[in-house]
Every structure is written in structure tokens, then in C-alpha cells.
């Protein structure tokens, strides 16, 4: 599975954006085209297609084709890698970007929060299987490097798990949609 490492904040903010995520997970696995997402996605494809170059603009989607067809040409395109990681170095203090780190942050939390609440306001007035309800966590470990290392293993591979579900795959009735969201990180003293 390959793994893009996002170095340049513009990336990481387009990575916090829940439409342009969504677009990333349907051009994934395979050359398609922005109207054959918008079909997939019920959207009209003039509505992709601003995200769709911002996306290309910061290498996280790629053109891998062009063909014409009755006086037009069709792009098809693809993400650069199957699994999106951010450079740890990009949110360090000394990058100069902390303002700008300290809001993507933020924002990304608020966005997850604004997502979790939703969910949980939809699902508390149904009957609701409880494997259906949101798995939240917050937990703190302390081990070895050595535990620490394949604890931060066993979360990766979870991760790749993930991954490997998104990709371009049809709607229909059998399949659901799930959002998650991992931060691991070390505990300051």
C-alpha cells in the first residue's frame, strides 16, 4: 500500500475539508473521472470541479489519462497514494506555521466534533443496534518504546484496514459509510 507523507500545510488543510475527503475516497483505486465521481456521489459534476483542482494544484490527485470524446476530452484521475500521512515536522512550533498549524488543529477537531454530534443526535431518538453507535475513546498508555512502537504499529495497520475500504467502490444497499479519526501522540509532562 503506498503511503503519501503530507509536508506543506496547504495539503494538510485540504485534508481536513470533509467534501475534498470524500472526493480523495472516490478517486481512489482506480483512473476515473470528476463527472463519473459526481454520478457516483448524486452531485452535478460543475461542483467538483473546483475542489477537484485544488486537489491536483496540491499533488494529492494526479491526471493519469486524457482521452477526447465527441469534441471534448475526459480527465480521468487518481490519488497519488492509497493512504494519506502527515508529516509529524509539520506541526512543530519551530516551522514557523504555528498560528496556521494551531488552526487547521482546530478546525479539524471542530469539524469531527460538529460530525459526532450530529451522528448522536440522529441516532438518539431511533432504535439503534448498539454495534451502529459511535465508538469514542480517549485513553493514555504508557509503556516501553518498545510496547509504545507496536501499539503505534497495530494502529497504523488499522489504519491500512481502512483504507483498503475506501477506494472506489459502489453504493448500495449492503454497504454503510463510517468516519474515523486517530491521534496518537505523546503526552507532555
Do not use: W
Amino acid at each position: 500500500m503506498s503511503t503519501y507523507i503530507v509536508k506543506r500545510l496547504e495539503q494538510a488543510k485540504l485534508l481536513t475539508d470533509p467534501f475534498k475527503l470524500k472526493l480523495l475516497e472516490r478517486f481512489a483505486g482506480g483512473p476515473v473521472t470528476t463527472k463519473q465521481v459526481a454520478d457516483r456521489m448524486g452531485e452535478k459534476a460543475p461542483r467538483l470541479y473546483r475542489h477537484v483542482d485544488a486537489l491536483v494544484e496540491e499533488n494529492l490527485l494526479e491526471l493519469v489519462e486524457e482521452k477526447p470524446k465527441r469534441g471534448t476530452i475526459e480527465r480521468y484521475y487518481r490519488t497519488v497514494a492509497d493512504r494519506f500521512e502527515v508529516d509529524q515536522d509539520l506541526f512543530a512550533t519551530t516551522s514557523g506555521h504555528a498560528d496556521e498549524s494551531v488552526d487547521m488543529v482546530r478546525s479539524l477537531l471542530r469539524d469531527t466534533e460538529s460530525e459526532l454530534i450530529h451522528c448522536f443526535n440522529e441516532l438518539r431518538d431511533s432504535d439503534v443496534d448498539k454495534d451502529d453507535l459511535p465508538l469514542v475513546a480517549k485513553f493514555a498508555v504508557r509503556g516501553t518504546p518498545k510496547e509504545i512502537s507496536a501499539m503505534r504499529k497495530k494502529l497504523e495497520s488499522l489504519l491500512e484496514d481502512g483504507a483498503a475500504l475506501c477506494g472506489d467502490r459502489e453504493d448500495s444497499d449492503d454497504h454503510v459509510s463510517y468516519t474515523g479519526m486517530v491521534v496518537f501522540y505523546p503526552q507532555q509532562d
